[in-house]
């Protein structure tokens, strides 16, 4: 597709399980992020990669989140022993260098 | 530590009226970004603008407008002639030019309302 795809849109999970998202950033852009939105709140920033490298993971809460982007292209955040905390909007975004963001519509993860 | 601040939690005019989206930041950085983005009810966010730290001149694209004022630390957003389409969360973001310029700081948003 043109934009920025994640999947799965909504992932319902129990806590303590394991859990993965998908980002498939626009064909060509280098730099990936990943973003997390709670409800009534503004996104807030996890990781960010260039090309497979992550280049600043200042935002990961702690070391339950782990993000791999192992080709350059396709991103995966992974979740472990989940806690009903990390219910939220995860959001990615890619870019062309420096240039414009372009988000995907997110995918809810919603831990019981 | 970057902040960025949206009072306005939530506005609702009526179509054709104008309304202002008020942000105010802050940051020790001398050179910045700002930026503003839409969230619709998809979820997705969608740029509006982003501006440098250098150029506090004023923009208008078609019905929106942006006023960067650098001494009030004030980035605020006018819509015109507000449309049902307009309906969304706007947020406003802060983020550091010597970090790349994309690792973003969001105000909490403001849901913005247009009522027929």
């Known amino acids: 597709g043109a934009g920025v795809s994640q999947t799965p849109s909504n992932k319902v999970t129990e806590k303590g399980k394991y859990v993965e998202l998908r980002c498939d950033p626009i064909?060509?852009?280098?730099?990936l992020y990943w973003y997390r939105q709670s409800l009534g709140q503004g996104p807030e920033f996890l990781i960010y990669?260039?090309?497979?490298?992550?280049?600043?993971d200042s935002g990961l809460p702690n070391d339950r989140f782990f993000a791999v982007r192992p080709e350059g292209s396709v991103s995966t955040l992974k979740i472990q022993r989940t806690e009903r905390g990390d219910s939220a909007v995860y959001l990615c975004?890619?870019?062309f260098g420096n240039g414009e963001l372009f988000f995907g519509e997110g995918s809810r993860l919603t831990v019981l | 530590a970057q902040k960025v601040t949206q009072a306005q939690t939530e506005i609702s005019v009526v179509e054709k009226e104008d309304v202002t989206l008020d942000c105010v930041y802050e940051?020790?950085?001398?050179?910045?970004?700002l930026f503003w983005y839409k969230q619709p009810p998809s979820g997705e966010l969608v740029f509006l603008i982003r501006?440098?730290?250098?150029?506090?001149q004023n923009e208008i694209s078609g019905r929106y407008s942006w006023n960067f004022q650098k001494s009030t630390s004030s980035f605020n957003f006018t819509i015109t002639a507000s449309q049902v389409v307009d309906s969304a969360v706007y947020f406003c973001?802060?983020?550091?030019?010597?970090?790349?310029?994309?690792?973003?700081?969001f105000g909490t948003g403001t849901q913005q309302k247009v009522e027929l």
């Open positions: 975004a890619s870019s």
């Open positions: 064909s060509g852009h280098t730099a």
């Open positions: 990669f260039q090309g497979t490298g992550a280049a600043d």
């Open positions: 940051t020790r950085d001398t050179t910045y970004y």
């Open positions: 501006r440098n730290s250098f150029d506090e």
């Open positions: 973001a802060l983020s550091e030019a010597r970090r790349g310029g994309n690792k973003l700081t």
